[in-house]
């Protein structure tokens, strides 16, 4: 597909993303079918950041923070938003001009906007992660997160990777020049059928922030809680040796499901107000001795790189 | 002699760690040069968002040979030993020298080091500076292992004179070394090569790269500066904000953009907080009603549109930004006009101030009992002081203050107006932080004085209580500033407040929340269970809403008077030490004469001369205790404060010796009768003088006339000392004069303890 000029609508600022990172050698991936709070939480960044095997991916990842819901009001906050996501390993070395490249590719003319980088370290509490690099800012406005991950579950990263993180719904207002999420064209504005972003997603912003803030059930919220916390410990404690195929298969995978799991109940239990200051400390360590156990399996596993 | 050039290019190093890390490079690449055997005339170091680059002028092309000997292990010594120190020093055993020592026979190795090329050394020390480079937080990156603050790029190394340059290959991992780097990342034109730092940095300045931070700050400033004069405005000074800005560019351009009508009622606190905070925009104000009305921001790169791309996206960044305040400034408005600042409050007992000392609730309790007491001593109405301190804490549960931190106090200020408060206690808010540094303004309104010294000395109490007391270099929760604080805002305001009684009062207060915070049940077996060596009461702690089990351990002696008592947490917690009321307030005024002792050397007045008035009694009085002290160094600068000090440690060591020796003291009434020198009687004259003048002088709190009542002291002892022998053979009139001689130490003493006089 080439694309031209600006870009008409929020689909069009992803389709380029994609096009220009498929070109630049990634393997374009698709949403985690979970629910997450970031595209890191997706096993394509978080569990391919660790162990020695290669790796280029990116994809859009729905992103969910509860806490962050305002019935479709606010102009920028949202319950549910998109995070495009590339994780490339070991990063390499011209991974901030590809980068740029990618606000090329999607508009934004180099030559008119100020592009910097502005220190900003990121770590993932729940995650175990950490790692160091940037925000970007194109005339002052954070567009994207660049980081240069240095542990991930307790894992140091050997070599390192290079994750992008970038906010879609706020990139595409700004070279769109929308002031509103919810006015922001989906897809093309001359389309047969135009739909606005508050076509797509109003009602379900409303729903949501009612259900996060005042009806999910937090005894429920709890239980699955504490369910997935289990499930998850007792995948891992299975022996790796399959009886049925005589193979050895570490589940790593179907045990970070339920590390996932246990984040967003964290999450929505956040949203809930249930969870006092100090309790908020004891939920994000359980969490991140579930990732960290998830982490310990993965790197055991071939797709780590390690048992090949 | 060639000079040297390095730079070392990298991703965006963070601007907070620049300056640092040009000063780092420096020493650390000098120093271990001359180590290896290379000077150097002169040294400077640069640094940009993208390089940190250094400049040695004068270097020696070569090192110089060097023999040096060492002595080594006996040689009975076991042979790992002597393996060792061949190892360590690169020879064989051959190659020793036995030597006959005290301790026996020694091997002592000559070694040879032999010149080398600056070339050599300059790669060999390049490479281990980078390696060992002590940036705050480092990073790997690709497949390397090699620690950099962000990824290290390319290295440029060269050494250079009148005849060309040479490259310093400096070898670390696969990064390129050579004698070229680049410009600007978007207005540069590609890598060049360079021969010398002057043609480096004209190089730059075409490629639109201002190699100096200094010279970009000041580029800025001076836009900035002219912009804002240009439309009859001012830029809001900010140093920090400018050397953050100055590190995040590498080619600034400055540009003035405005603020929206509706935000320019926020507080101008509040703008200049975010603008600064979120954008690092600098302020622009209107001179003349002190609003912000503009704003100043520095883009990295020149456009064919003059940046108006660039503003138009800055503004609108701004306007979202500046909603939230909005936002949050009316949220907190609604809440302080329907529940008031008190109703704002109510959340603080629910956060902890310290695990130890309960909740901001307790401290704004106890605030508000000591700033009661404190008010008519600085001439605050006891009410109006009460009210304040009730208050002063409820900002900290604002929508604001949550998101800045730095408003604390300020917030306090805008929401207590708008409750209606007034008389003192709107700026008590937003001053009862005050003094925060040395060099922090004093607050002077009673009642903002009254507060913030009840917030330090609890501040003090709770944590010498819970036996938190700076050590060292370690003072985490800046006990020395409060400290310091407390100082000077009595001695600012000439205060007369009896800092010990103070202080004993903050410790009750304290063990009173105590048992506030801590439900503490009666032990079994009533007050017969106090002999037991460990007592458990159980209770919960009111902050957390958890149970808490506390160990009340009584040591024995507790009923020989000893009231030493701990806490002890059963859980994870350290035994916890509570020092006695007694005793805490005794050990903080001993800690609040050392920090005033720093802070009057400060000022010039010796250590001693503050020991000397530190030993007169109401030493707790730090006005007074300052007023005694100015008014001795003052005295002892002049020529009869010298000699009246000589005269004074004559008569002492003659008084001392004669008493040690005789083992009596010599503090009998001294008879006028006895005296047989003309010079003697005029002694006794003076002296009687003396004390009824020094005495009058002292009640009306008058040092300076103490003093002056004191000069005409020395004639008379100058001449006592030149005319009379103290130790005659007629002991009736060595006794009187030994008596003379401690009623010259009696009558000075009124005044201070001259013993502890150096001199």
Redesign the interface.
Same mark, same amino acid.
């Given at each position: 597909m080439e694309f031209s000029g600006k870009p008409a609508s929020f689909q069009e600022v992803i389709l380029r993303l994609q096009a220009y990172w498929a070109r630049n050698g990634c393997a374009i991936l698709q949403p985690y079918d979970m629910e997450v709070g970031a595209g890191t939480f997706h096993p394509a960044t978080t569990l391919r950041s660790l162990g020695p095997a290669p790796w280029a991916a990116a994809y859009v990842q729905p992103s969910r923070r509860p806490t962050d819901g305002r019935y479709g009001e606010n102009?920028?906050r949202l319950q549910h938003y998109y995070q495009y996501q590339v994780l490339i390993k070991?990063? @390499? @070395?011209d991974l !901030?001009s590809l980068y740029l490249g990618s606000l090329a590719a999607i508009g934004i003319?180099?030559?008119?906007? #100020?592009?910097?980088?502005?220190?900003d370290?990121w770590e993932s509490p729940t995650l175990g992660a950490w790692?160091?690099?940037?925000e970007v800012w194109? #005339?002052?406005?954070e567009v994207s997160q660049f980081t240069?991950f !240095?542990q991930v579950g307790g894992h140091d990263?050997?070599?390192?990777s290079?994750e992008l993180t970038y906010g879609l719904e706020r990139l595409a207002m700004?070279v769109l020049g929308v #002031?509103h999420v919810m006015d922001m064209p989906f897809n093309a504005p001359d389309a047969p059928i135009p739909l606005s972003y508050g076509q797509v997603f109003r009602q379900a912003e409303e729903e949501y922030s009612r259900y996060n803030f005042d009806i999910a059930d937090t005894d429920n919220l709890l239980k699955h809680f504490e369910d997935a916390e289990t499930e998850c410990q007792s995948i891992l404690a299975q022996p790796g040796d399959d009886p049925k195929t005589g193979k050895t298969i570490v589940m790593a995978q179907p045990a970070y499901d339920q590390c996932i799991k246990a984040s967003h109940l964290f999450n929505l239990l956040d949203a809930r107000g249930v969870i006092s200051v100090?309790e908020r400390q004891a939920y994000i360590a359980r969490v991140r001795a579930l990732a960290k156990l998830c982490a310990d399996a993965f790197v055991t596993t071939s797709a780590a790189g390690l048992a090949e | 002699m060639p000079d040297l050039l390095l730079e070392l290019f990298s991703?965006?190093i963070?601007? =907070?760690m620049q300056q640092r890390a040009a000063v780092d490079l420096k020493k650390l690449l000098t120093d271990a040069l001359v180590e290896n055997g290379l000077t150097y005339a002169a040294a400077a170091a640069f640094v940009t968002?993208r390089r940190l680059c250094l400049n040695i002028n004068g270097l020696s092309p070569r090192s110089a040979a060097r023999v040096e000997e060492r002595k080594g292990p006996r040689i009975d010594a076991p042979d790992r030993a002597v393996e060792g120190f061949l190892r360590s020093t690169g020879l064989t055993r051959d190659d020793l020298e036995i030597r006959d020592e005290k301790k026996g026979q020694v091997y002592v190795a000559t070694i040879h080091t032999e010149g080398r090329e600056a070339t050599e050394v300059v790669a060999e020390q390049v490479a281990a500076t980078i390696r060992n480079f002590p940036w705050p937080?480092s990073?790997?990156? /690709?497949?390397g292992?090699l620690g950099w603050? =962000?990824?290290l790029?390319s290295i440029l190394c060269i050494l250079y004179d009148e005849s060309g340059a040479e490259i310093v290959p400096v070898v670390i991992d696969d990064i390129p070394c050579g004698d070229t780097t680049e410009g600007h990342r978007?207005m540069g034109k590609g890598r060049f090569a360079v021969t010398s730092f002057d043609d480096y940095a004209a190089r730059l300045k075409r490629d639109f790269v201002l190699l100096d931070a200094d010279e970009r700050a000041d580029h800025i400033w001076i836009e900035a500066h002219n912009m804002a004069f240009a439309q009859g405005l001012e830029v809001v000074e900010d140093k920090d904000l400018l050397a953050e800005v100055a590190g995040?560019?590498e080619w600034p351009v400055v540009l003035m953009g405005d603020i929206a009508p509706a935000f320019l009622d926020l507080p101008p606190e509040v703008l200049q907080t975010s603008m600064k905070t979120h954008?690092k925009f600098f302020s622009v104000r209107n001179a003349k009603s002190g609003r912000i009305e503009k704003f100043v921001?520095v883009?990295? =790169?020149e456009?064919?549109?003059d940046g108006a791309?660039?503003?138009? /996206?800055?503004q609108?960044?701004?306007f979202?930004r500046l909603s939230d305040a909005m936002f949050f400034w009316q949220n907190d408005l609604r809440v302080v006009k329907s529940v008031g600042l008190e109703g704002m409050a109510a959340g603080l007992a629910d956060v902890t101030f310290h695990n130890k000392l309960g909740s901001q609730a307790d401290r704004v309790k106890r605030i508000e009992a000591l700033a009661r007491e404190i008010a008519p001593h600085v001439g605050a109405a006891p009410d109006l002081a009460a009210e304040a301190a009730r208050i002063c804490k409820a900002d900290l549960q604002s929508e604001m203050v949550g998101e800045f931190p730095e408003l604390q106090g300020l917030m306090g200020m805008y929401y207590a107006r708008a409750a209606g408060h007034d008389d003192g206690v709107p700026e008590a808010c937003a001053e009862h932080y005050s003094p925060l540094g040395p060099n922090d303004t004093v607050p002077t309104a009673p009642v903002s004085v009254a507060v913030a010294l009840a917030d330090k000395i609890d501040t003090l109490t709770g944590f010498w209580a819970i036996d938190e007391k700076p050590t060292g270099s370690k003072d985490p929760f800046a006990l020395r500033r409060a400290a310091l604080g407390v100082i000077r805002l009595v001695l600012g305001n000439g205060a007369r407040v009896n800092l010990a009684d103070e202080l004993t009062r903050a410790s009750d207060t304290l063990y009173e929340c105590y048992s506030n915070i801590f439900n503490i049940f009666e032990p079994d077996g009533g007050s017969e269970g106090w002999d037991n060596w460990q007592l458990v009461l159980s209770g919960y702690d009111k902050t957390?809403k958890?149970p808490k089990y506390i160990t009340f351990e009584a040591p024995r002696n507790l009923y020989e008077g000893d009231d030493e008592m701990a806490f002890v947490d059963e859980g994870e917690h350290p035994p916890m030490l509570l020092t006695p009321a007694s005793e805490l307030s005794i050990s903080l005024l001993a800690f609040l004469h050392d920090r005033l002792k720093v802070h009057l050397r400060d000022q010039g007045i010796r250590h001693d001369v503050i020991d000397a008035c530190l030993a007169m009694p109401a030493n707790d009085d730090l006005t007074l205790l300052v007023n005694r002290a100015t008014a001795l160094a003052a005295f002892l600068e002049t020529d009869d404060g010298e000699n009246l000090l000589q005269g004074y440690k004559r008569a002492n060591n003659i008084l001392t010796a004669e008493e040690k020796k005789d083992g009596v003291s010599y503090e009998g009434t001294p008879e006028e009768r006895f005296a047989e020198d003309p010079s003697e009687t005029a002694l006794f004259k003076a002296l009687d003088r003396a004390e009824t003048a020094i005495a009058t002088a002292l009640r009306s709190e008058d040092f300076a006339a103490a003093m002056t009542a004191m000069a005409a002291l020395r004639a008379p002892i100058d001449a006592f000392f030149t005319a009379v022998q103290v130790n005659t053979d007629k002991q009736i009139l060595r006794r009187n004069r030994l008596c003379l001689l401690n009623r010259i130490r009696e009558v000075m003493g009124q005044v201070a303890s001259f013993s502890a006089l150096e001199g």
């Open positions: 102009p920028n070991p990063s @390499p @070395p !901030q003319d180099m030559d008119l906007h #100020d592009i910097r980088f502005v220190e370290d790692g160091l690099g940037w194109c #005339d002052g406005m240069y !240095q990263c050997a070599p390192v290079g700004y #002031d100090t | 991703e965006e963070p601007a =907070r968002p937080k990073m790997r990156w /690709g497949q292992s603050v =962000r990824p790029h978007f995040l560019v954008q921001t883009a990295n =790169r456009t064919a549109d791309t660039i503003l138009a /996206g800055n609108k960044v701004l979202a957390s958890e």
